[in-house]
């Protein structure tokens, strides 16, 4: 898969595309990241990029021009004609839809991805209309600019690739991630759901992961808690389970409805004070 970052800042990313996961998986050649210059595109003596806002108002706007001779020079299909499935051309803004888990899957399955790094008050709205298949925003909340959520958009999609994690399944045994076998989630909290060492529960379907320990076995008064230690391993899935269940409902009840759950997982629930 391949990665075109649009940005007033190539040097921002830097760093990030040296270190872990991502460093691996460019080195490899399982993922490619180019960063082009927006001011590259801007041809009067200053490079100018940006100008003030029709009908007034303060900060002023990403020009269209150098954007749209930006993705033009990359050789990508007009936004008419192009195949959404394989690669795409997105705004990073705080007025996009959200970036979740599920969209980063989505955007796995291209094989090229263009991000385009907003900056100042806002970005020609022309941008949008001719050049974007979509605006995407990483939180309600706004940045200075688009280069930390093009950042997070490239981190969170390139470790979905094959290849790219040194266990593929860390990927789907985490928070967010999905269930892989209908049965197994169906009986989530049943002791006979799952034979051998658990290497997790299963796919979250939605919620959070559980808590993770390792060594020491205790530390300042606070212990693993006993069941991770007595190698009985449905017994370690039922608490896995009900931990992920128990953290989503205390710092994300939002995801619950939206999550997959047995009957076994909604009795646990109601226990702790779910009214779903």
């Known amino acids: 898969m391949r990665f075109d970052l649009i940005t007033i800042f190539p040097e921002f990313f830097t760093s990030i595309l040296s270190h872990g996961v991502l460093r691996r998986a460019i080195s490899g050649s399982l993922v490619g990241v180019e960063v082009h210059d927006l001011r590259n595109f801007a041809h009067d ?12 108002g303060e900060g002023m706007v990403l020009k269209l021009e150098p954007l749209a001779e930006a993705v033009e020079s990359l050789g990508i299909a007009g936004k008419a004609e192009r195949n959404e499935g394989r690669e795409q051309v997105v705004l990073l803004s705080a007025q996009g839809g959200r970036f979740t888990q599920a969209v980063a899957r989505e955007f796995a399955g291209l094989e090229r991805l263009v991000l385009l790094c907003g900056r100042y008050e806002g970005v020609d709205e022309r941008v949008s209309e001719l050049l974007c298949d979509g605006e995407l925003s990483i939180g309600d909340y706004v940045l200075s600019g688009g280069e930390l959520a093009a950042a997070i958009v490239v981190d969170a999609t390139a470790r979905l690739l094959p290849g790219v994690l040194g266990n593929e399944a860390s990927s789907e045994y985490e928070s967010f991630g999905v269930a892989d076998d209908p049965a197994v989630a169906k009986t989530s909290l049943d002791s006979g759901a799952q034979g051998g060492p658990p290497s997790s529960v299963h796919g979250s379907g939605g919620l959070l992961d559980y808590p993770h320990y390792t060594r020491p076995p205790e530390f300042r008064g606070l212990a693993v808690p006993e069941v991770l230690t007595q190698g009985d391993h449905a017994a370690i899935r039922r608490w896995r389970r009900e931990r992920a269940l128990e ?4 710092n994300r009840p939002d995801l619950l409805p939206g999550a997959q759950l047995s009957e076994v997982d909604r009795r646990f629930l109601k226990g702790l004070g779910w009214r779903g």
């Open 45 to 56: 003596r200053h490079r100018t990029v940006d100008d003030r806002p029709f009908g007034g």
């Open 247 to 250: 953290k989503t409902w205390r």
